[in-house]
């Protein structure tokens, strides 16, 4: 079972509209909506912000339960409480300004946001700008073409980063709060893809965009070291609760499935006497909760600030995203020609488990950082 937090989530409310985002690939504008009534956007801010100053175990628990009900939720939530947990590293003491004022917006359950990091020329390795901001009266104007940005068109606010003014260095970068309507800001495009089809990822197109020294997060070209410190062990963390959720629904509908199917023919039999059935179960069972204790244990490591916080951070997104791809074969296959059609939930687990392994970073990019962490090597 996901750790309970300190708002109830609203998950039959979720699901009840999951199928239909799903075939319409449409944003989940409704369950955005229960989030926001139910201060789930606060989650994880301090009591400071009105916030609900939940920390790592909880976040996760909430995660997994909505991207379970609504995977294309999940990650829309996700990488708003990454945003939140960004501006918020990034704000210290400037709370009275935009980035405070946002903040308070969020613990209120007035703004969403997201971040808008990856761009073409850099591709899955979002924590490289090759764009460049140009200092001027004001703060700095930004021109770059942004990919990936999850709930593009659907936010108040993006994180944006960019490469810091006068830097070659693509790891010099910055980072800012960015109004959604800022002029000089488009959405180019609409999400059509394989799973997670409600979370209107498209790219930004960002030209001759205008952004005052006090939407700044950090000192000057302090991004990267924000997007390592903040950013990354948040991120790895919502998506592995996803992958986790996404899996315990997936192994739920299983055995939903393999109890209510019987056999006529052998006199009533159901499907969950068969026992490879019940094998496959039973793995499916096994690999959710290794995922689940191993994402725990990586929460509790980054609440504490325990030595081994970044050894859970490079394994535990790479972790779920696996357990969930085995996850949802496992279900389709006890599901069978029932499970592969649309009539049920278990087709749409398999799909949207898909995303995690090529969501930057991808599953084989961890890997190799989590060698090279394991070997004294230097990650970049």
Known sequence: MATETRAAVPVEAIASAAATVDRAGRFPTEAVAELTRSGLLGLGLPERHGGLA?????????????????????????????????????????????????LRAMARGEHLSTLAYSERGSRGHFWAQVSRARENADGVVIDADKTWATSAG????????????????????????????????????RFDGLGLRGNASAPLRVRGLRVGGDRRLGAPASGFALMMSATLPWFALGSAACSVGIAQA??????????GASFEHLAGAALADVPGVR???????????????????????????????QLGVLAVKASAAEAA??????????????????????????????????????????HDFLGKALTGRELL
């Open 154 to 189: 659907h936010v108040a606010s993006y994180v944006l980063a960019t490469g810091a003014p006068g830097e070659e260095n693509p790891f010099r970068t910055e980072l800012y709060l960015v109004d959604a309507d800022a002029p000089g800001v488009e959405v180019r495009g």
């Open 325 to 366: 791809v085995e996850v949802t074969d496992l279900a389709l296959r006890v599901g069978g020609g029932a499970a592969y059609s649309r009539r049920g939930p278990i087709e749409r687990h398999f799909r949207d488990a898909r995303a995690a392994s090529v969501m930057a970073p991808t599953t084989d990019l961890l």
């Open 54 to 102: 939940a920390g790592p175990l909880e976040v996760v628990g909430a995660v997994e339960q909505v991207a379970g009900a609504c995977a294309s939720t999940g990650m829309v939530f996700v990488m708003h409480l990454v945003a939140a947990q960004t501006l918020l590293a990034g704000t210290d003491d400037q709370e009275e300004g935009p980035k405070g004022e946002a």
């Open 250 to 259: 997936a192994l739920d509908a299983a055995c939903a499935h393999a109890t």
């Open 279 to 309: 094998a496959r179960l039973a793995r499916a069972y096994l690999r959710v909760r290794e995922a689940r204790a191993l994402l725990h244990e990586a929460a509790r490591h980054v609440a504490e600030g325990h030595p081994a916080a």
